[in-house]
């Protein structure tokens, strides 16, 4: 079963609340279902819903809460994990009786979860959507990669989003599960037709949460003579001042203007934006988010095999 052959259906579908990334690429899937005839219904939190409803006014939004996540960001992902493992818990056992009532409700087809291991149905077909088929753990963090194993298996299929050669993500996408199909990767930007003229020379995300963001903006900065001409994209929050860049703070479309329009993409390694990047086609340059082990692995595997 992969995105193609899911036609005239009722799909449910939810990303992952830890970064917008799996909301990015959840756009790119909710809108080829939606050109395959599917009805789709998108069950998310208000921050989530501000930005699919830019992109899509036919589908239906279903209020859902996201994961208790707290990172301590010393890059002991596995331990941070096994240290909210009581909440995740009840959350997962909550979360999967309010997909069973959306299905009801609703009278949903297929239900697609992004990374979300609460989100499936035991009366419907239910897929897991990841790129992380096994987790950048530390040797004593086992514990969590076969609950992430275990908890995968538990879905009717998984879809990897990488090729079968495993080209973006490397070994975290390489051990595919019995249930698993490689689908590729995917972006928003593939929704674009028309071409853009390259008339930005370089063009910075500061994306995620507001430290992170500032955190990237100086350290670009910091070597600014090796990207002239540059613009930054930013959330109106950081309300920075920085003399001689140009600051792009508009909606998420207008932001895909300007990336769309770029010679050169500086961003962390985050794996939304490497699929973006690949679909693009753009020369990019990543930085790792400190502590996290996944981005770390990431920046340094683009920088061989891209650069």
Excluded at 152 to 160: A, G, P, Q, T
Aim: glycine share 6%.
């Amino acid at each position: 079963m992969r995105p193609e052959n899911i036609v005239n259906q009722r799909i449910l579908i939810s990303p992952l609340n830890w970064g917008m990334g799996h909301v990015a690429r959840c756009i790119g899937m909710i809108h080829q279902l939606r050109n395959q005839g599917n009805e789709l219904f998108i069950a998310c939190d208000d921050v989530q819903k501000v930005v699919f409803e830019e992109y899509f006014e036919d589908v239906t939004f279903i209020p859902h809460s996201g994961y208790p996540f707290y990172f301590g960001g010393k890059g002991q992902f596995g331990l941070d994990l096994l240290r909210r493992m009581r909440s995740l818990s009840n959350r997962l056992k909550r979360e999967r009786i309010e997909v069973e009532e959306m299905v009801f409700t609703h009278k949903i087809d297929y239900v697609i979860s992004d990374h979300r291991y609460g989100f499936i149905s035991s009366k419907v077909p239910s897929i897991f959507m990841t790129h992380q088929v096994d987790l950048p753990l530390k040797w004593y963090e086992k514990a969590v990669g076969k609950i992430h194993r275990r908890l995968m298996l538990k879905f009717d299929v998984v879809w990897v989003l990488d090729d079968e050669k495993s080209s973006i993500a490397g070994k975290l996408s390489a051990n595919c599960p019995k249930n698993g199909i490689y689908i590729g990767p995917y972006s928003r930007f593939s929704m674009y037709e028309d071409e853009v003229e390259k008339t930005i020379d370089h063009v910075l995300i500061a994306s995620g949460p507001e430290i992170y963001a500032r955190t990237l903006i100086n350290k670009v900065l910091d070597v600014r003579e090796q990207f002239p001409n540059l613009t930054v994209i930013h959330s109106t929050v950081l309300n920075l001042s920085i003399m001689g860049v140009e600051q792009v703070t508009g909606s998420w479309k207008e932001k895909d203007r300007v990336i769309r329009a770029a010679k050169h993409v500086i961003s962390y390694s985050g794996y939304s934006t490497l699929m973006d990047c690949r679909v693009l086609d753009v020369p990019s340059t990543f930085y790792p988010t400190k502590g996290q082990a996944e981005q770390e692995y990431l920046a340094k595997r683009w920088e061989e095999k891209f650069t």
